[in-house]
C-alpha cells in the first residue's frame, strides 16, 4: 500500500459516454499527478496539480478534464473518449513540486470501445 | 525535453545472478528515479538519487551526474524480482515534478 487510492480498478466505456476516475491520497502530499500508460509506450505525464493549482498540462485533448477540489483528490473526467484512449491511467503524489519520490496508486484500467 | 534511454530492454536471468540495468539521459539533472513497476500495473519508487551511490537490501543504484548515466543493480536476483525496472528524469524546462520516463526493462528471473 503507497498511500494513494484509485477507483474504479478497472473501466470499460464506449466512445459517447461520460465517466470519471477518481484518486486519492492519504499521505498529506501538496502535489498530485495523472500519467497515462499506453501499451508498449513509456509512462507520460498527462497533468500536473500543487495546492489545487493546474501547473502541468501536457498538451492533453481537452476530452481528458481534470479536476482537484482539495489537495487529498484528483479526478480525471473523461467524455468523448477515443479507442486509442485504453490505456492504464495512475495517479501519483509527492510532498511538494520539488526534487521528491512520488508514490504511485495502483492504476485504473481503462478500456474503450 | 530531457530524452531518457534504458538498457536493455528486455532481460532474462537465473536466480542468484547479478543483474545490471542502464539509464542514460540527454540533459543535466538534480535527481534521476528509479521504479518498479509489477505485472499488475501498480509502481514503486524505488530510488531518488542525485549523486554517488544508494543501497536498499539487494538493489544497488548508482549515478555519473557528469556522465549522464545511471545503473541499477540487483544481487543475488530472486524470482520475485521479476518486473518492469523504469528509470525517469525531469524534463528540461518543466517542474522537478515533471518527469520524463524511459521505456523499461523488463527483468524476468528463473528459478
Known amino acids: 500500500e503507497t498511500g494513494v487510492t484509485q477507483t474504479p480498478r478497472h473501466l470499460v466505456m464506449g466512445m459517447t459516454n461520460k465517466k470519471s476516475l477518481k484518486c486519492e491520497q492519504h499521505?498529506?502530499?501538496?502535489?498530485m499527478y495523472w500519467y497515462k500508460q499506453s501499451a508498449k509506450k513509456p509512462l507520460e505525464l498527462m497533468f500536473v496539480y500543487s495546492l489545487e493549482e493546474r501547473v502541468e498540462n501536457n498538451s492533453v485533448p481537452s476530452r481528458f478534464s481534470p479536476e482537484c477540489p482539495n489537495s487529498s483528490h484528483l479526478f480525471l473526467h473523461l467524455h468523448t473518449l477515443q479507442p486509442e484512449d485504453s490505456a492504464l491511467y495512475l495517479c501519483a503524489s509527492s510532498q511538494d513540486l520539488g526534487v521528491r519520490t512520488q508514490y504511485f496508486g495502483p492504476g485504473t484500467r481503462l478500456t474503450v470501445l | 525535453k530531457n530524452e531518457v534511454e534504458q538498457s536493455p530492454q528486455n532481460l532474462t536471468a537465473q536466480e542468484g545472478e547479478f543483474i545490471t540495468i542502464n539509464c542514460s539521459y540527454s540533459?543535466?539533472?538534480?535527481?534521476l528515479h528509479w521504479l518498479q513497476q509489477h505485472p499488475g500495473g501498480g509502481i514503486v519508487s524505488l530510488f531518488m538519487l542525485s549523486s554517488g551511490k544508494k543501497k536498499h537490501g539487494r538493489l544497488i543504484a548508482t549515478i555519473n551526474i557528469q556522465e549522464k548515466h545511471s545503473s541499477l543493480h540487483i544481487t543475488a536476483s530472486h524470482p520475485r524480482d521479476s518486473a518492469v525496472y523504469i528509470c525517469a528524469a525531469p524534463n528540461y524546462g518543466g517542474s522537478q515534478g515533471n518527469l520524463i520516463f524511459g521505456k523499461g526493462t523488463k527483468l524476468s528471473v528463473k528459478p
Open positions: 499521505l498529506g502530499h501538496n502535489a
Open positions: 540533459v543535466g539533472i538534480s535527481a
